[in-house]
């Protein structure tokens, strides 16, 4: 029962994140491979489409098929993106990878640029995190001073120039159409689609958009093959996953596990619930995923086949754990006041639905709750679930479904007695600043 | 309007860019052009778009759309704290109680002496390091305890 | 083909369909807001949600590809409720104030509520309010009834041409605007009111005026630029409350000017003629019809026996009917005067003694959807005609048409332009000669008779890449803009683009100035034998004018020298819509004339296209059609030919011409050759005068229509020169020069324009401002104030 680290192995030192120190990790040596074979990019695709590697941003999509969507004869750039756009509650995995691993990220966006054909890549970095934007333009100072980006890399014909975007507060740019409209500096607002960015990407080019985590997978993949990475996780679900854990445990982090490694020992290596106290509740994929009662939670194992089983997603691995301290109307309030917040206020069911949910929500935690409020809530929720043009309408309307559904009761109580069940200063206890003793 | 050195900046950002898509370069400009303003005067969107080449309502959109950009005064120090979910189960409502309380102010309010601004932060990608805060939209501080706070403000105070 | 069925019905429809293009060819209609047929696909306001077979969930069916053996329910109950869901939404922060509401009884939220919306409302908060919005004197502005669909948003991207409006903040806050409250100033600004299917953008001019069901309609004709925009003239209790566009697919689509929409207001201007007036010495009184035309006859009589006919000049308006252009000519040529013309703005007749048809625009406005290149001579084609320009903007920006321009200005278009030529007036002709000799050499072709021996000696880069464009393109054009057709050596421009055009295998024409500059040619509104263009009565002054529909400041091509002339002429009998002090100083007697929505008419626009209307409403007082007007001047002179029953009568008349059946066939741009004219020399410390015709002077309607008045586009005129220019007379932005022209001075204020070739200064026409100028063209002396 430990952690199995590719991603995150060997940066526990200092200045992990330079070049010559992931070079010393074993970095490039994929690429270099590559470069020196002249490996064929079909049969990078299929060692990727091997490993069962599935995207690490939230939506589990198998990467070497979306790879294979790339037309290959297509005359002009084609463009490959990176969703470092980090901004889903609970997520912070990304941070990490950019922050101690940043290279492996720019090897995998190579191999990937190198697999599809890719003249021209673009890492979106979240807005909050300035720092890491930072660093990231530094270890793209590093690889191109290396011959590592640019034209001709290290003397072959392959040519890849890669820089990084810098967001500027838009939970919403990490939708993946978001996320080009928002490199062409326009508004992150997502386009409907058909047509894929495969077709119509970035510029009106054939663009592919991975997550970091996906991209930092990939030279381990091509190292230790496909099947091997396969054959970590579960079938379907390849390799390892990191796992971000908030919340109400000691000591809160990011996990790197084989896929399909049971909950109750990722609950364990972040030190199990704080102060002893009992598990209520989890958000097992970030704050989008529907909420899971810890019973059901604890049957679980993580990887995407058995969350879905248990009617939530993995989402991106961030796992929120809340215990019996736990408000879950004004729990799913904030939630409800971030996605009102966030919606980018183009399509209808999403701009006029987010705010209405979150205003009846509001007038139950407030005490004002009416009788028909729950079954307003589930009728709007459901209006705009499956209605909008991108994925945020879902991610609004999921966790307002499966609160109400879980918790049905907590709700009810709020309504009738214009108070919660939790109490007042046990709420307090449970909510009060804390910072693991290993920090 | 902009100093050389932002100018400068903004023209890294623009060659980042295929010919012809200067736009792209859009978010980039505004952030250096608040960093050196201290907030997004409308003159400076506009002026802005004129550098960039793109009509002013473009900028305009965009300066209104990202939740980063200070499209009035602040203080000389912003604090955003983030009180999302994660955030509050570690404690960051508390963070930004405490930080109310010290500063005499409520969220989207300047202290009187025009130094601290507080506003009330959406995900900043950061969970685990919660309660965290961002100081002027780039440096991020975390697992800020009620300590940790007060040498902060003490140490900004003296700037 | 690919195979649907909609609703059960049948349907194929080309590749590349959407779900909302076949239900629209079966005939069934889909609820939609942010859709429309013209502007790009954005499936925002999920209205138009369908059930697709297989479909894990609703499809917006705007945006919906179709493909083979697709099955798709628009009324099903998924679909029923996913419509509803949406309507719901919709109206959750929409305001309750449909009674007050301009856009009651034609509000698609209203209509599409009835079936899809819910009597009872579950949203119990308070709903969102905004404010209001300045967007000038013609769009009224209701921000809180704004359903965001944006196709406001992106009218002004994609057709206008410039964002004007965007949606700015997010989610609920999300809110339409333009930068900085700034007012939209495309000329084609209006269509956002037509575009908006809730009341959030409605007309300012009129604003709570009236409700559509009290309105009664009528088919019109614009009677501003060349293009024959058609209308719906809509009128209560008989007078015009608001213009809007009937969709022509040949011409202006759905789209309208707004000059072609708001001009509509000068029709109760306080300065419309309303009676019969009669000077008295230096005093004016009404007179009744009777005596006023009895008047007009006798006096006319008088000249003609005592002068001559050729002692007469009849002069009209391009703006006028083909009705009144043909009688009007009829009435002089019958008292014996070869001496009428239309084209008030023109200096350069010498192409009537060698031209071989009626000038026109030379190709269908449809094609130039399908055109590579175009080059556009001496034109300020957007703001002469918006809606042509629109035509070539759509090309420039959907289909890589490659625009390129000569003259002496370049001001923006708001389209992508591939080369622009800034030369001044004097050299516009080199200019064209250069284009053409590059051409030749590209081609191989040699250059027609004498036209070799006048090519400058050195060719510019712009002028080869302007050939190189045209000798490119598979399906090009050159077209005359109504700054070419004004110019001095219009004849020479002519030919040379007659030459470019040969040699490139363009089609080549005019863009024309006015709703009927093509029809005066076939009313036969141009001197005769003998007889004296519009330049020609000027120089030569005649003892008699009449002066039909036109303002002898405002519309000739030297305001001063008309306002002499006819000053000095015995008789002045000015037939016209509206009152004016240059009227009063020149004429005898007013007579009032019904302006195009108080007439019946016809007016032949740029293409050939002959187009008639009814009269909207009954003429104002005592206001009459001029086709009857002059058919009793007519019968009172007792000259032959004067009897016809109705307006179609004499409009049969006037276009039966030598008998052929089919107009089109005499539209012939050809000319012959024109000698060099000997330009003389630029005379030292002089400007050249660069002259527009701003849209909202151009004609005595638009002039007083009051809103319009109110744009960016009406301001009062300033002396723009380059910066360089400025600097050697040492003026500074915004400080005041006396320009002095042969006409007279004038004092106005400086303003840099580097969109003017070296040595110009461009100063608008049409304004009583600049009036004393004199000529269009030519050379001014300029000092700073």
């Known amino acids: ?439 | 309007m902009l100093s050389q050195e932002s100018l400068q900046q903004i023209d890294r950002e623009i060659a980042k860019y295929p010919p012809g898509k200067k736009q792209s370069a859009l978010i980039s400009a505004l952030r250096i052009a608040q960093q050196e303003k201290g907030w997004l005067p409308k003159e400076a969107i506009e002026f802005v778009a004129g550098y960039i080449g793109i009509p002013p309502i473009a900028a305009w959109e965009v300066a209104t759309f990202y939740g980063m950009y200070d499209l009035a005064h602040v203080g000389r120090h912003k604090i955003t704290v983030c009180t999302n979910l994660p955030c509050a189960l570690s404690g960051g409502v508390h963070a930004a109680e405490y930080l109310k309380k010290k500063l005499g102010i409520d969220f989207n309010e300047t202290t009187p002496d025009g130094k601290f601004t507080l506003k009330e932060g959406e995900c900043m990608g950061a969970c685990g390091d919660a309660p965290v805060l961002l100081h002027n939209n780039h440096h991020m501080c975390s697992f800020m305890t009620t300590e940790k706070i007060d040498e902060m403000l003490a140490d900004l105070e003296k700037q | 083909m690919l195979d649907i069925e909609i609703d059960g019905k049948a349907v194929q429809v080309p590749e590349g369909s959407t779900v909302m293009d076949a239900a629209t060819l079966a005939g069934i209609y889909i609820p939609h807001f942010c859709y429309h047929k013209k502007l790009s696909i954005v499936a925002s306001c999920r209205m138009c949600l369908v059930h697709v077979e297989k479909a894990p969930k609703p499809l917006p069916a705007c945006a919906t590809p179709v493909t083979h053996g697709m099955k798709v329910w628009t009324r099903s109950e998924a679909a029923l409720e996913a419509q509803k869901g949406v309507m719901e939404f919709l109206l959750i922060n929409h305001p309750l104030d449909c009674p007050v509401c301009d856009q009651g009884g034609e509000c698609l939220l209203q209509d599409l509520a009835v079936g899809y919306g819910s009597s009872q409302a579950r949203y119990q908060e308070e709903k969102r309010i905004f404010v209001n919005k300045n967007y000038g004197s013609l769009i009224s502005s209701e921000a809180s009834r704004c359903i965001n669909c944006t196709r406001c948003v992106r009218f002004t991207a994609e057709i206008g041409g410039e964002m004007e409006m965007g949606q700015a903040f997010r989610g609920d806050h999300a809110e339409i605007m333009t930068f900085l409250g700034c007012a939209v100033d495309s000329e084609l600004s209006g269509n956002v009111i037509d575009l908006c299917p809730v009341g959030a953008l409605t007309s300012k001019p009129f604003r709570y005026s009236a409700r559509t069901w009290e309105l009664s309609r009528r088919r019109s004709v614009s009677p501003h630029d060349s293009l024959g925009t058609n209308l719906i003239v809509q009128t209560k209790n008989d007078e015009v409350k608001r213009v809007l566009p009937l969709s022509n697919e040949q011409l202006n689509e759905c789209w309208l000017a707004d000059r072609d929409r708001f001009s509509y207001e000068a029709l109760t201007s306080a300065q419309r003629l309303i009676s019969p007036m009669m000077r008295n010495g230096d005093n004016w009184h009404p007179e009744s019809w009777q005596i006023a035309l009895a008047f007009v006859s006798s006096a006319l009589r008088a000249v003609v026996s005592e002068q001559g006919g050729q002692a007469l000049g009849a002069l009209a308006s391009p703006h006028s009917t083909v009705e009144e252009l043909y009688l009007l000519q009829k009435l002089a040529r019958g008292l014996g005067s070869e001496n009428v013309d239309f084209r008030l703005r023109c200096h350069d007749f010498r192409g009537d003694a060698v031209r071989a048809g009626v000038p026109w625009l030379g190709m269908t406005v449809v094609d130039v959807h399908d055109l590579n290149s175009i080059l556009v001579i001496g034109s300020f084609l957007r703001k002469d005609a918006p809606l042509l320009a629109q035509k070539v903007r759509h090309s420039a920006m959907r289909h890589d048409l490659q625009v390129c321009t000569v003259g002496p200005n370049a001001e923006d278009w708001w389209m992508p332009m591939a080369t622009r030529a800034l030369v001044p007036p004097s050299e516009m002709v080199d200019a064209l000669a250069a284009i053409a000799a590059a051409l030749a050499t590209m081609t191989g072709k040699s250059l027609s008779g004498t036209l070799s021996a006048r090519v400058p000696a050195e060719i510019s880069n712009d002028a080869r890449a302007i050939a190189q464009s045209l000798a490119d393109g598979e399906r090009t054009a050159v077209w005359l803009g109504n700054l070419a057709e004004q110019h001095p050596r219009a004849a020479e421009l002519h030919l040379w683009a007659q030459e470019i055009a040969r040699l490139s295998g363009a089609s080549f024409g005019f863009v024309g100035e006015a709703a009927n500059s093509v029809g005066g040619y076939f009313a036969k509104a141009i001197p005769g034998e003998g007889g004296l263009d519009a330049r020609a009565m000027i120089e030569s002054p005649r003892h008699a004018y009449l002066l039909f529909g036109a303002e002898p400041d405002l519309d000739f091509a030297d305001g001063v020298a008309t306002v002499e002339a006819m000053d000095r002429a015995r008789l002045v009998v000015a037939i016209s819509a509206f009152d004016s002090p240059a009227l009063r100083q020149v004429a005898d007697v007013l007579l009032p004339l019904a302006p195009f929505t108080e007439t019946p008419g016809t007016f032949v626009n740029c293409i050939g296209d002959v187009q008639s209307f009814e009269a909207s409403t009954h003429p104002r007082g005592e206001a009459r059609p001029g086709w009857k007007i002059l058919r009793v001047l007519g019968n009172l002179l007792e000259l032959p030919g004067f009897n016809q029953d109705d307006f179609e009568a004499v409009r049969d008349e006037a276009l039966a011409g030598d008998g052929s059946p089919d107009i089109h066939t005499r539209l012939d741009n050809t000319i012959g050759d024109v000698p060099a004219a000997v330009p003389s020399a630029v005379r030292a410390n002089t400007l050249q005068r660069v002259a527009d015709v701003p849209v909202y002077f151009a004609d005595p309607l638009v002039r007083r229509a009051l809103s319009l008045q109110k744009t960016a586009d009406a301001v009062q005129p300033v002396a723009r020169m380059p910066l360089a220019t400025m600097a050697s007379l040492s003026v500074q932005p915004a400080g005041r020069v006396r320009i002095k022209g042969t006409g007279g001075t004038v004092e106005l204020q400086a303003e840099a324009d580097e969109n003017l070739a070296p040595g110009c200064i461009r100063i608008a026409a049409a304004h009583t401002s600049t009036v004393a100028l004199g000529p269009l063209h030519g050379e001014l002396s300029v000092e700073r104030l």
């Not at chain 1, 060997?10 to 120190?21: E, F, I, R, V, Y």
């Not at chain 1, 159409?177 to 960015?197: V, Y």
């Not at chain 1, 510029?203 to 990475?229: D, L, Q, R």
């Open chain 1, 1 to 439: 029962m430990s952690e199995h680290r590719l991603i995150l192995a060997g940066l526990d030192g200092d200045h992990t994140w330079q070049l010559q120190n992931y070079i010393a990790r074993g970095g490039y040596e994929a690429f270099r491979k590559i470069i020196k074979e002249k490996t064929p990019p079909d049969a990078i695709i299929a060692e990727i489409k091997a490993s069962g590697l599935r995207g690490r941003g939230g939506a589990g999509f198998p990467t070497g098929l979306k790879w294979s969507f790339m037309p290959r004869s297509f005359p002009g750039d084609k463009y490959l993106a990176c969703n470092s756009d980090e901004g889903e509650p609970g997520t912070f995995k990304d941070r990490d990878i950019l922050r101690y691993n940043p290279h492996t990220v720019i090897e995998g966006m190579l191999i990937g640029a190198y697999a599809m054909g890719c003249s021209r890549g673009y890492n979106y970095i979240h807005g909050e995190v300035f720092e890491i934007y930072q660093r990231f333009e530094e270890a793209l100072d590093e690889a191109r001073a290396a011959g590592l980006l640019g034209q001709n890399i290290l003397g072959s014909d392959f040519s890849f120039e890669l820089f990084a975007h810098h967001g500027y507060g838009a939970y919403i740019c990490g939708e993946e159409t978001a996320l080009l409209e928002s490199i062409e500096g326009k508004k992150g607002q997502p386009r409907f689609k058909p047509p894929f960015p495969a077709s119509y990407g970035l510029y009106g080019k054939p663009t592919t958009v991975n997550n970091t985590e996906t991209f930092a997978s990939v030279p381990f993949i091509m190292k230790m093959g496909g099947a091997a990475f396969l054959k970590l996780g579960k079938p379907n679900n390849g390799g390892t996953k990191l796992f971000s854990v908030s919340g109400h445990v000691c000591r809160p982090g990011n996990y790197e596990l084989k896929l399909g490694t049971p909950f109750p020992e990722l609950l364990e290596m972040a030190g199990g619930m704080r102060a002893g106290r009992k598990l209520k509740a989890v958000i097992p994929g970030g704050s989008s995923a529907p909420v899971v009662p810890a019973d059901i939670m604890m049957d679980c194992t993580l990887d995407f086949d058995s969350i879905a089983k248990a009617g939530s997603m993995l989402g991106s691995g961030a796992v929120i754990v809340m215990d019996e301290t736990t408000c879950m109307v004004r729990a799913l309030e904030r939630l409800a006041l971030f996605y009102h917040e966030e919606s980018c206020g183009q399509c209808t069911p999403c701009r006029e639905g987010t705010g209405w949910m979150y205003r009846v929500i509001h007038r139950i935690e407030s005490g004002a709750g009416r009788p028909e409020d729950l079954d307003l809530l589930r009728s709007v929720a459901g209006n705009i679930s499956g209605r909008t043009i991108c994925a945020l309408g879902d991610a609004a309307a999921g966790p307002v479904q499966s609160f109400v559904k879980h918790f049905a009761d907590e709700f009810e109580y709020h309504i009738e007695n214009k108070k919660c069940l939790v109490p007042p200063a046990v709420q307090d206890t449970g909510s009060q600043i804390y910072v693991s003793q290993s920090c």
